[in-house]
């Protein structure tokens, strides 16, 4: 059984198109799992 690696993202990490790109196409392809907290989703907007 093989386990996706957890990534915990700040918000700098998803301004830049290039790292949030990669990281949501990581996350759609079930290579890694893309976590955030609800205080870093309001920070973001």
Do not use: F
Not at 9 to 29: G, K
């Amino acid at each position: 059984m093989s386990r996706r690696v957890v990534v915990y993202a700040d918000t700098n990490v998803l301004y830049p198109y290039y790292i949030s790109d990669l990281l949501l196409w990581l996350a759609s392809d079930g290579i890694i799992r893309l976590v955030w907290t609800q205080y870093l989703i309001d920070e973001s907007s």
